[in-house]
């Protein structure tokens, strides 16, 4: 018994006409005579009656269709999963990711990409939240994983972590000598930001304006290595979570002190483009982005 000759066999039924299932298939009708005349012989009994305005099913085509119908069903799901395990996710995958993580999520995801899914280019940009955002809206990047700050998280985004933040200094430096900080005596410190309109800017502005006090920015850049160069050689103060500025801890260049009264925080999220549909690369990254930064 042929899977095809089965398929046929519905087709028919359902269109109740050889004619319409010819026109439909591209074959001839004298070949899909045989291929009825086969089953018929095969099964030992007939199949169809024909009648003037098509063909019908016999009693006996009657109560085996439900069969068929089950096992045309089984072979679709079969062949599907087939396809969908034999599937190889490859092509470009365009990934923007916040500066003050690449150093935590680059290496280990390439080297899982590089071992496991060989056949992903994986293309990367850094940058600030808001050059990240802009980029998904224009579809320069395919997916995204920034900070969101306080509540500001929107509806399309996937949250991955949240941290508290830190007012960073050089090592040594007496404002990071306690455990923690109040958010007023930080803000008054001469601090380097992002410019903005920056999200974390913009967050910090609120926050000093609801403390009743002036945030004492005085350096904006738009590098994350130029903030720490800065902090680390005494120059101005400054605001992230503590994973921003690991290396530069280990190697005791900085130091740090968790911010309190109120307690900041940032939520890493992850987003993507609108501008085209996600491919299976794309979702096999994003999958390994989310156990990168998954917190037991």
Same mark, same amino acid.
């Given at each position: 018994?042929?899977? =095809?000759? +089965?398929? +046929?066999?519905? @087709?028919?039924?359902?269109?109740?006409?050889?004619?319409?299932?010819?026109?439909?298939?591209?074959? *001839?009708?004298?070949?899909?005579?045989?291929?009825?005349? $086969?089953?018929?012989?095969? %099964?030992?009994?007939?199949? %169809?009656?024909?009648?003037?305005?098509?063909?019908?099913?016999?009693? %006996?085509? !009657?109560?085996?269709?439900?069969?068929?119908?089950?096992?045309?069903?089984?072979?679709?799901?079969?062949?599907?999963?087939?396809? @969908?395990?034999?599937?190889?996710?490859?092509?470009?995958?365009?990934?923007?990711?916040?500066?003050?993580?690449?150093?935590? #999520?680059?290496?280990?995801?390439? !080297?899982?990409?590089?071992?496991?899914?060989?056949? &992903?280019?994986?293309?990367?940009?850094?940058?600030?939240?808001?050059?990240?955002?802009?980029?998904? *809206?224009?579809?320069?990047?395919?997916?995204?994983?920034?900070?969101?700050?306080?509540?500001? #998280?929107?509806k399309t985004d996937e949250k991955l972590a949240t941290d508290e933040l830190y007012l960073i200094a050089r090592a040594g430096d007496p404002n990071v000598a306690s455990?923690?900080?109040?958010? /007023?005596?930080? $803000? $008054?410190?001469?601090?380097?930001?992002?410019? /903005?309109? @920056?999200? %974390?800017?913009?967050?910090?502005?609120?926050?000093? =304006?609801?403390?009743?006090?002036?945030?004492?920015? !005085? &350096?904006?850049?738009?590098?994350?290595?130029?903030?720490?160069?800065?902090? *680390?050689?005494?120059?101005?103060?400054?605001?992230?979570?503590?994973?921003?500025?690991?290396?530069?801890?280990?190697?005791?260049?900085?130091a740090v002190s968790r911010i309190t009264d109120p307690v900041l925080t940032r939520t890493l999220v992850l987003a993507t483009s609108t501008q085209r549909p996600l491919?299976?690369?794309?979702?096999?990254?994003?999958?390994?982005?989310?156990?990168?930064?998954?917190?037991?």
């Open positions: 018994m042929d899977i =095809k000759h +089965l398929q +046929l066999l519905s @087709d028919i039924v359902e269109a109740g006409s050889l004619s319409k299932v010819c026109a439909s298939r591209g074959i *001839a009708q004298s070949a899909l005579s045989k291929h009825i005349a $086969a089953l018929e012989s095969e %099964f030992g009994a007939k199949l %169809f009656y024909r009648t003037g305005r098509g063909v019908v099913l016999t009693e %006996f085509g !009657q109560s085996i269709m439900p069969r068929v119908k089950t096992l045309l069903g089984e072979f679709e799901l079969l062949r599907n999963d087939i396809r @969908d395990r034999a599937e190889v996710p490859s092509g470009p995958v365009r990934l923007a990711l916040q500066a003050s993580i690449t150093q935590h #999520i680059v290496g280990p995801l390439f !080297q899982r990409v590089r071992a496991d899914f060989p056949k &992903i280019e994986l293309r990367l940009m850094e940058g600030f939240a808001g050059n990240i955002e802009e980029a998904l *809206a224009s579809g320069r990047t395919d997916v995204g994983v920034f900070s969101r700050y306080g509540e500001r #998280i929107h455990p923690s900080c109040r958010f /007023a005596d930080a $803000a $008054a410190l001469p601090l380097v930001l992002p410019g /903005a309109p @920056d999200g %974390f800017h913009m967050m910090l502005l609120d926050e000093a =304006k609801k403390a009743g006090v002036h945030l004492n920015t !005085q &350096i904006e850049v738009d590098s994350l290595t130029a903030m720490r160069e800065i902090v *680390a050689n005494g120059a101005a103060y400054t605001i992230l979570t503590r994973q921003a500025v690991d290396v530069e801890m280990r190697l005791g260049r900085i491919t299976y690369a794309s979702r096999t990254v994003i999958d390994l982005i989310r156990k990168l930064t998954r917190k037991d």
